[in-house]
């Protein structure tokens, strides 16, 4: 599978996404100053999107090539996401979810506001989730009982909802390259490389290698590049052993 950017063939580093999962605003800037040159996009999420703002958003485009992945998880009425995506769109961003949710609405509520100015991933099942927690919160028994099937029926509505991609785990990128095309974009968190297994909060983990095999587009990377001791080599690794993969495809 040839992937690709802007027409042009990925760099393995263009895989990697890296979370700006701190609380303030001068240990994202040391963050960006490490690695603004090694990884594709930076993603911004809840936490530092609240402390910082928009201010953040600027620094990453003004002082790196890399994109901005924002993470917001937006979840309202269609109306209120129109309105909250339309003002995201005016900040330049590469990517920003949706929750794929209860509605269909709401996910081309997301898709109308962003005016193709960034590109809409709906977020299908949250990685730390597994099947006892969706049994928990009342879901039908079967989808609470086979992830892949409700991640490939929420990824189905992104689709039809004019969504670019998708939020999943790894193990669920090959069925929604199959069903849905190489075009629709995987991007999937909880990845972790084989010598950090490690599970902590993430319930469905695979390899950066396995990852890419099945088809996913980009990789967030957070805690197994920040808790390292040398967090630049950790990324060396995983672009060599990314390209490795791209190099047997």
């Given at each position: 599978m040839q992937h690709m950017r802007d027409g042009q063939p990925k760099a393995a580093k263009d895989y990697l996404i890296f979370p700006l999962d701190v609380a303030d605003e001068q240990s994202a800037y040391d963050w960006i100053d490490r690695l603004g040159d090694k990884v594709g996009l930076f993603k911004v999420g809840l936490e530092l999107f609240i402390q910082v703002g928009p201010r953040i958003v600027r620094h990453i485009k003004a002082t790196t090539q890399a994109g901005v992945f924002l993470d917001l998880k937006l979840h309202d009425i269609p109306a209120t996401v129109k309105r909250a995506m339309s003002r995201i769109a005016d900040l330049?961003?590469?990517?920003?979810?949706?929750?794929?949710?209860?509605?269909?609405?709401?996910?081309?509520?997301?898709?109308?506001?962003?005016?193709?100015?960034?590109?809409?991933?709906?977020?299908?099942?949250?990685?730390?989730?597994g099947s006892e927690d969706l049994k928990q919160s009342g879901l039908q028994p079967d989808l609470a009982a086979n992830i892949k099937q409700l991640v490939l029926k929420r990824a189905r509505l992104a689709k039809q909802a004019g969504c670019v991609g998708v939020i999943c785990s790894g193990l669920e990128a090959a069925d929604i390259k199959a069903a849905l095309g190489n075009d629709f974009l995987t991007v999937t968190p909880g990845i972790r490389p084989a010598w950090n297994l490690s599970q902590d909060d993430q319930k469905r983990i695979v390899t950066p290698e396995m990852a890419i095999r099945d088809g996913a587009d980009y990789l967030v990377i957070g805690r197994p590049i920040r808790d390292a001791a040398f967090p630049e080599e950790v990324v060396r690794q995983i672009i060599r052993n990314i390209e490795k993969v791209l190099a047997a495809a």
């Open positions: 330049g961003v590469t990517f920003a979810t949706v929750h794929c949710g209860e509605s269909v609405r709401m996910l081309q509520a997301a898709v109308d506001g962003s005016q193709q100015q960034v590109g809409i991933l709906g977020v299908t099942v949250l990685t730390s989730i």
